[in-house]
């Protein structure tokens, strides 16, 4: 195991919740558009190997333009219940997620700081600064 791969995997899982943050805003702003159907982000299948993967080349030549792996799949939000118009968006269902989903994102956002700080602390043969 080397040395970041910690932080690596907490990485995808901060670019998870930042996809799905997005997405989640993005129904938001289209609450008053008829017809809308609000979407969310699904985990695909991998997702927990995803977090456990790492590139490698068979020859040096062939890595090229870096690609970010797959982290979710957006689907129609199975959840939403269509209004008079249409449109699925409710405010207080996409609050609460955007809510929920925030919070998941700064306990992994304090996981990746709590690991850097233990590594900078490492780093510095256990001396502080």
Known sequence: MRILDTVHHLQV??????QRHNLLTSNLA???TPN???VDLQRTPAFEKVLG?????????HFGIAQKPELGKVVND???SPGGDGNGV?????????????VRYDVIANLVSN???????????????
């Open 53 to 61: 993967a790492t590139l490698s080349a068979t020859h040096e030549g």
């Open 30 to 32: 289209q609450v008053d």
């Open 13 to 18: 899982g901060l670019d998870y919740h930042m």
């Open 78 to 80: 199975p959840g939403a």
């Open 115 to 129: 690991e850097l700080s233990t590594l900078g602390w490492a780093a510095n043969d256990g001396r502080n600064g």
């Open 90 to 102: 409710s405010l207080e269902r996409e609050a609460v997620k955007i809510a929920a989903n925030n």
């Open 36 to 38: 809308y159907k609000p």
